[in-house]
């Protein structure tokens, strides 16, 4: 038998590899804290699992009672009573026997118990390896079938460091055929500041939250008939990814890259040739078997990628080595089959359009071309105000962990290219991480990741280096020894796919978007009718300067009209009444409230050019 101390060092190991390892402890010797209280609150609840989570940790009971705010109240109140008891976490093992003994009436941890003496699966179901030791912690009256690791006392904890959130509905083990339990939900942290500071960052998230802002803004909308993840862009939405497009297809054409159109879908056949269809086929929608042609092959795929598809652009004619690099773009839609559970506003969606390029170039130029490329990334996240960011290496499978099929097996092709990206990092002195298991199924990336309001790391942006594909499709091109030689292709994505940017600027900005991408650049209040010949004149002309501008001619009060501009975020709001008509002026209000007073017509558009050309944030000059 282990003593104590073992058993205490030996749930350490549970303490996943990213988890800040003191916050998980905290949090699961809370969940026992809370499943005491609710015990004692409603003695007929049952408790099932109740792991940590991103910011706190839950704990699913049986229960047949909706729990009332007031008995949320006094859960809370009893754990912190609890907390100041300062009960150590004692723990001890058990024979399956006596922990059927000790949970008999409870067949969640019956089951649980099964699971663990069987072998094969840990204590909340989920498979490992081999038969495990079973453990139960104790703090005062009770007693949970867990592995650890705690903090050693209650007293550790901090009464004030969490808060009870909610409950939900769950079915045990996440299953609809299961019994439906309910889901406390906390949110827990070492001190009180600390709860504050991620309570007020939620409360941000809340505000800046790009389907509330979208739909407050008119940016875009998810009608149920068009099925989830299939959202419409609405007029202002629509205009903010012109604008985006626009923008970065100029860059690329200025930095020689060649835009195509190639088709959303193509056969069977050429996801089987690219490898698509072996390693990313649970991520495609079901193939359409339109009988033509009769055999598997011919049934017709939307692509998930458009890589094979700008391979056959480069197949389309002869190449030499002095037509390389050839750098092919297009605003590439696809499609990929996500659970309808997992999809929502613009973040996550089953089609979408990337803005995508494959440079296909000598071994020689690859280096040169990906610093191209990250020369090209951070002009363009300059010009959109995102400043936070950092480059991540990322690469097939740990070598030490778990073997994966997810990867093509190349060890020399995934050596040399990992290697390579590696040392164009180097060289452009830009810091950087590196990660397994983060590749793309045929070669490593460098991926750009931001941080959203809460804190989460996601991929905006990635350049891939691939000699996978070159070789599945026998490209080549004729070197000037005449043989034939073949090229390396790099793919890369600069502003991710439309539909990502636009949810990550909605955020970034909370719907202040910049002047020179905001849906409408200025809204046009006049006072009085007649001012209405004034301000549609003035309208009609900033229309064919090529500016965006609104001018509201209803029957609404002035102040009533300023505030509905300034709601949705349009960043000059113009006024005109008696005084303004005679003298050719505005009276020029800012979304945020500041009043720049009176400006002669020539000079309110000459600060809106210089604002809009230099892509700056600010409104004035
Ligand atoms: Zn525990
Ligand atoms: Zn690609």
Redesign the pocket.
Known sequence: MATEAELKAA?EKYIPKDYDPALYRLR??L??VLAQAVVEKFPQAKPTI?PPNEYGFYYDFELDVNPSPGDLEWIGNRMRQIIKGKHA?KVREISADEGRQLFQGNPYKLELIDGLAKGGQDEYGNPSAGAATITV?QQDTFT?L?????VPTTGDLDPKGFKLTQVTGSYWRGKSENPMLKRFHATAWASEDDLKAHLARVEEAERRDHRKVGRELELFANEPVFGSGFPMLLPKGATVRRLLEAFITDYERKAGYLHVYTPDAAKKELYRISGHWEHYKDSMFPPMDLAEGGQEWDELCLRPMCCPHHIQVYKSKARSYRDLPIRIAELGKMYRYERSGVVGGLSRVRCMTLNDAHLFVRPDQVKGEIAGVLALMKRAYADLGITEYRFRLSKNADPDGPPSDKYVDNPAMWESSTTMLREVLQESGMPFFEAWNEAAFYGPKIDVQVKDVMGREETLSTIQADQHLPAKFELEYKDSDDTPKRPVMIHRGVISTMERMMSYLIELYAGAFPVWLAPVQVAIVPIADRHFTFAQKLADDLLEKDYRVEVDLSSGRMQAKIRDAAKQKIPYILVIGDKEMEANAVAVRLRDGTDLGPKPVPEFVALLEKIARSRTLGLVL
């Not at 867990?146 to 705690?150: K, L, N, T, V």
């Open positions: 749930g699961h010797s969940a026992h109740g976490f912690y949970d867990c592995r650890g690791p705690h």
